[in-house]
């Protein structure tokens, strides 16, 4: 069946690194993405997101990238922070509409060492 | 705006129980959604509603139900508490679909 799925389930990083999480969806249909960041406790936070017809968008320290061609979505986070340690989910809307939602993967832990 | 509302943020309940999570968001968005999270797994979408009047099954609705009487409420209703509903409920809202979701902060549910 569809689904979206992340390459790795943990990562760690050094504190001021770059980090760059990964994630693979099987929908080519899917036309908007997107990326949430979830701390302990807490809910899904909004990060990032990008429509089919962009393949990079920047906002404040994150970048995210669309490659359609191997159905491939990339976080980058510049200058990792420990504020940063979380887990990071995508999520597709693999169908378009009014009716659309989205599909999330499973997540992935960042953990940022000091 | 106090965006998205979740009550109660703890439970603990006794099989064959019954108990109603509540949700309310104060952005006049026309989507609400309701997932569950079991641990070290992504969100499943149990229900989910594009307006007042109007709701609609997803993924995982069984042993659920909704209702969605006004803009901003969006309740879920467990009938008969099963361990297997042991999990985070999250709601979330966005204004249209294919947009950024809001999401509460979750109730952690327990069934015993």
């Known amino acids: 069946g569809e689904s979206v799925g992340l390459h790795l389930p943990t990562l760690s990083v050094q504190e001021g690194d770059n980090s760059i999480i990964n994630c693979a969806y099987s929908?080519?249909?899917?036309?908007?993405f997107i990326w949430y960041k979830q701390e302990s406790g807490k809910g899904p936070q909004f990060i990032i997101d990008?429509?089919?017809?962009?393949d990079k968008r920047q906002g404040q320290r994150v970048t995210v990238l669309l490659n359609k061609t191997v159905k491939h979505l990339s976080l980058q986070i510049a200058a990792t922070q420990p504020g940063d340690s979380a887990v990071y989910f995508c999520?597709?809307?693999?169908?378009?509409?009014?009716?659309?939602?989205?599909?999330f993967g499973k997540g992935i832990t960042l953990s940022v060492r000091p | 705006n106090a965006g998205v509302t979740q009550t109660p943020k703890f439970r603990i309940l006794k099989i064959g129980q019954s108990m109603t999570l509540q949700c309310t968001q104060d952005?006049?968005?026309?989507?609400m959604y309701w997932y569950r999270q079991d641990p070290g797994m992504g969100l499943k979408l149990i229900y989910y509603?594009?307006?007042?009047?109007?709701?609609d099954k997803g993924e995982v609705p069984n042993g659920y139900n909704v209702s969605r009487s006004t803009t901003e409420d969006f309740p879920l209703r467990l009938e008969l508490a099963a361990p297997s509903q042991t999990s985070v409920y999250f709601c979330?809202?966005?204004?249209?679909?294919?947009?950024?979701?809001?999401f509460g902060d979750g109730t952690r549910l327990s069934i015993l």
């Open positions: 509603s594009v307006g007042a009047g109007i709701t």
């Open positions: 929908n080519s249909a899917s036309d908007y």
């Open positions: 999520a597709e809307n693999p169908r378009r509409g009014a009716n659309s939602k989205l599909t």
């Open positions: 979330a809202s966005s204004p249209q679909g294919s947009q950024p979701q809001h």
């Open positions: 952005m006049n968005h026309n989507y």
């Open positions: 990008i429509r089919s017809n962009m």
